[in-house]
């Protein structure tokens, strides 16, 4: 079923996860699963970047549960990717806003990304009213109750534009360790061994929603194995 939902691989190949990740349509969620250094951040910044050219109307959201987790984690990590792709030199470069009211990235044809934290669901209601249909919880395994927050952040995935709502999307990233391991392993995986998982929505849970798993070794990340070979080796990641 879920590879009703993308193009067919080229005979003898196969897509790879993070070609997964880029390719869905039409599942409002996903989770991208897998251990340190499968590239899931980085992932993510491709996946919102393909509305770059809708203008204003495209704004995601990148979350953690700690302001501090953002600027020591997550900025690094899209300040490089901005910089791989949309630098200064580019024909679409983006600036990052940073100010005690400010906290995002901006591209020249208008659209935002937006850095942002939430201890748990009550963060919600800093939210409340927006539109973001792009959202990404990174590392969303270390709430407690990770689906309660998503589940309420959901109702901001909305915009007149139809271009936006076709491409709308809720992204979750998690190791197997946290928290709220326990609730996305529940609610995203039923067979560990798979590559990906796709799961129609129950209708006897009210607001249930079509989603999927997509796995991320660490193999597939080439930018990191390219710089660090040996990554595998000589980092413990827990």
């Known amino acids: 079923l879920l590879l ?45 970047c393909l509305g770059l050219g809708i203008g204003p109307a495209w704004v995601g959201m990148v979350l ?24 200064p030199e580019s024909s ?58 998503a589940d309420m952040m959901r109702s901001l995935m909305r915009s007149p534009d139809p271009r936006v709502n076709a491409i709308k999307i809720q992204m979750l990233a998690t190791n197997p360790h946290g928290p709220g391991a326990a609730q996305l392993k529940a609610h995203f995986v039923r067979d560990v061994n798979k590559r990906m998982e796709l799961f129609e929505p129950d209708p006897h849970v009210p607001g249930d929603t079509l989603r999927a798993r997509i796995h991320l070794p660490l193999s597939e990340n080439r930018v990191l194995l390219d710089a660090q070979p040996d990554y595998a080796e000589t980092t413990i990641a827990p």
């Not at 067919?8 to 390719?23: K, T, V």
């Not at 249909?133 to 709430?143: M, N």
């Open 64 to 87: 953690r549960r700690r302001f501090k987790e953002l600027s020591i984690d997550v900025l690094p990590k899209i300040r490089a990717f901005v910089a791989r792709h949309y630098g």
């Open 92 to 149: 679409n470069p983006a600036r990052f806003y940073e100010s005690t009211s400010d906290y995002f990235f901006e591209w020249r044809t208008g659209e935002r990304l937006l850095l942002r934290h939430a201890f748990d669901e009550r963060g919600y209601w800093d939210f409340h009213g927006s539109e973001v249909p792009f959202q990404f919880f990174d590392e969303a395994a270390s709430w407690i109750e990770p689906l309660k927050l």
């Open 4 to 48: 009703l939902r993308f193009a067919p691989a080229p005979p003898g190949q196969r897509y790879s996860g993070q070609e997964l990740a880029l390719m869905v349509r039409g599942v409002p969620r996903v989770l991208l699963d897998g251990g340190r250094g499968g590239g899931k951040t980085g992932i993510a910044c491709a996946r919102f």
